[in-house]
């Protein structure tokens, strides 16, 4: 069991590739996307795989749950979750005290980049690095559950 | 990954009590009943949990995965899920070359007993006991996510 607590934005330009320590390819589908639990499968790099339950988010916070399962299973999954899956290339960017996520997405919603910091409490202070834009945390259409059901790069409002 | 290949039946008398083998008290939640996925979290005996997986069902084959979680995941998932949990006590009753599952239902569903039993493959001959009822197995009003979200015993016909 564990909670999740991210911030989410947009992002300007690419200055954060400068600062790449590594990066994965990522696919995942959605299994649930319901009000009561989100149900997500996700492949790493076509090489291990992990079943996350993600419950209802309160502000920043949101339970949430995450298990190895064998590749295998994960590929049987992925056939029966949402046509639209996500596929997109995560960068790990430190910056400060934190480690950021730059996603970079591919397929149907090519052009989209995002980037995520998970934080320890809700009050921790993140540094925010210049190459950010706009916050996007409390837009549901950039979670990657609306994406999944959505193709294509939400318009900027 | 796995095939659930089954029947259900209801129970005509109580004549499978003489041969039950073991028996336990099981606790079960569903976090997503729709049609592409059925994600449901299982409580044995106050100590162990399975997260099970199936996917939509092709007559009597459906697919499976099943994962044992911890019991603290499990007891916050089952926060999470649909709030009428179903309860039953589940026997272990052997008879020819199959094991048969008597499920005991109790709480909202108090007063219901269902018999299943699982198969090799859709062709498996299997030997009905005397103590069968009405099948069931194609009545969707008897699958476990139906009666969570439908407290009481579904109406003979």
Do not use: C
């Amino acid at each position: 069991m564990g909670q999740e607590i991210e911030r989410k934005f947009l992002v300007a330009n690419e200055d954060w590739q400068n600062a790449v320590q590594s990066s994965a390819r990522l696919q995942q589908g959605y299994l649930s996307t319901s009000a009561k639990a989100t149900v997500r499968i996700r492949i790493f790099d076509d090489k291990r795989a992990v079943l996350t339950l993600k419950g209802p988010a309160t502000g920043l916070v949101r339970a949430e749950f995450e298990y190895e399962v064998p590749l295998e299973d994960a590929r049987a999954l992925m056939q029966m979750a949402d046509p639209n899956t996500v596929e997109k290339r995560r960068h790990r960017v430190p910056h400060g005290n934190h480690v950021w996520e730059v996603d970079v997405f591919e397929g149907l919603h090519d052009g989209l980049v995002i980037a995520e910091v998970e934080m320890e409490t809700a009050e921790d202070e993140v540094v925010l690095p210049t190459w950010l834009g706009r916050e996007v945390t409390a837009d549901d259409r950039y979670a990657n559950a609306s994406l999944s059901r959505n193709p294509g790069i939400p318009p900027e409002m």
